[in-house]
Every structure is written in C-alpha cells, then in structure tokens.
T-cell receptor
Framework: GAGVSQSPSNKVTEKGKDVELRCDPISGHTALYWYRQRLGQGLEFLIYFQGNSAPDKSGLPSDRFSAERTGESVSTLTIQRTQQEDSAVYLC???????????FGPGTRLTVL | EDQVTQSPEALRLQEGESSSLNCSYTVSGLRGLFWYRQDPGKGPEFLFTLYSAGEEKEKERLKATLTKKESFLHITAPKPEDSATYLCAVQTDTGKLIFGQGTTLQVKP
C-alpha cells in the first residue's frame, strides 16, 4: 500500500478483555513506532522497533502492554486486561532506517467500557 | 531525561495576525527535529524536518527555524484553514522519536 495502515479503525471492548491492534508499515521501512494519544493530549511514546535490534520498550506504561514485530513487517500491539484508562487513539508510524520523519497511520480508537 | 516542551498550549489568532509557536527540547543527541500538523480525528501530517542550528524551512505561510535548544514555527498572515494542532518531535541519537504536547491553533475569520 501507499501508506501506513492500522486495523481496526475503532475498537470497543469491555474492561478486563484483551485487545490486539495491528500496524502495517510502508514497505521497506525499517523503523516502526507506537504512540498513545489520549483525548486532547499529545503523543505518548510507547515502543520503537529498528530493524533486528532490540526494541526500545521504555514507554510501555505497564506489563499489560506488549508489542511484537517480525522483521520489517507487520507489528501488533497487545493490551491485556484492558482498563478504562487505556481508552485512547493508538497511532503507529514507520520510517526508513530511523533517519527520517515518521509516516503515520490513521490510528485505532480504543474505547474500554 | 529526553524532553520536548511546546508553548503555548493554545493560541487564538485573528485571520492575518502573525505569530510564533515554540518548541524547546533537551535530548541526549539530536538527529533531527520535526514539525507536524494534526487535524481532529486524523494522524499527524508531516510539515518540516530541521537537522542543524541555523537551518530554516518554509512552506506557504509557515516557516520553521532551529537553534541549539529550541525551534520556532512562524505563521505569517494565517487563514482559518491553518487551524489545527501543531506538534513538534525530536529524534534522538538512538532513533527514538519524542513528541511535545502540541499547540492548538485557532484562526478566526
């Protein structure tokens, strides 16, 4: 595809359920980022993948959050035992060699009831 | 600790009233500084990249500048369609991309 895609676009879940959010980066982009954006707030860094290097997980808020990426392809962000404070838009971005600005996907809006 | 701070949080301008947004940063090693525009319900849209102090970039009514500690986004004679949230981000020497909280700009006709 021409850009970064994310799925689902919207997700409504019940407190305590697990959710998986998917990000398809631009082909050839070695770097991939996940961010959380609460309503009216800025982008909160979650995790950064760069090629085959160990990911920078320093932004993950708790051990309920995890992310995987196989090579330079799709990434999945998993939130276990969701809480209401997890409600936010989750944005994914990719870039080439981590030397350039990120191209952003449209985001997944997560609502935890 | 790597940190990016934007000011003001919100800015209201009349159409044609020029102003500047500020982004100050503290990072261990700067690879680049980026400005994005974000409209409600959408992902950030790239505007500029700045790499070194003294560098300037322009696009239509927007001009971005960079010093060793901060960046400014100057908006000349803004129009209502410039209303959006403007985000500043810095890329550290490890490739991590850190964002500020953004400045929400409203331009009234």
């Amino acid at each position: 595809g021409a850009g970064v895609s994310q799925s689902p676009s919207n997700k409504v879940t019940e407190k305590g359920k697990d959710v998986e959010l998917r990000c398809d980066p631009i082909s050839g982009h070695t770097a991939l980022y996940w961010y959380r954006q609460r309503l009216g707030q800025g982008l909160e860094f979650l995790i950064y993948f760069q090629g085959n290097s160990a990911p920078d997980k320093s932004g993950l808020p708790s051990d309920r959050f995890s992310a995987e990426r196989t090579g330079e392809s799709v990434s999945t962000l998993t939130i276990q035992r969701t809480q209401q404070e997890d409600s936010a838009v989750y944005l994914c971005a990719s870039s080439y060699l981590g030397l350039a600005r990120g191209w952003f996907g449209p985001g997944t809006r997560l609502t935890v009831l | 600790e790597d940190q990016v701070t934007q000011s003001p949080e919100a800015l209201r301008l009349q159409e044609g009233e020029s102003s500047s947004l500020n982004c100050s940063y503290t990072v261990s090693g700067l690879r680049g500084l980026f400005w994005y525009r974000q409209d409600p319900g959408k992902g950030p849209e790239f505007l500029f990249t700045l790499y070194s102090a003294g560098e300037e970039k322009e696009k239509e009514r927007l001009k971005a500048t960079l010093t060793k500690k901060e960046s400014f986004l100057h908006i000349t004679a803004p129009k209502p369609e410039d209303s959006a949230t403007y985000l500043c981000a810095v890329q550290t020497d490890t490739g991590k991309l850190i964002f500020g909280q953004g400045t929400t700009l409203q331009v009234k006709p």
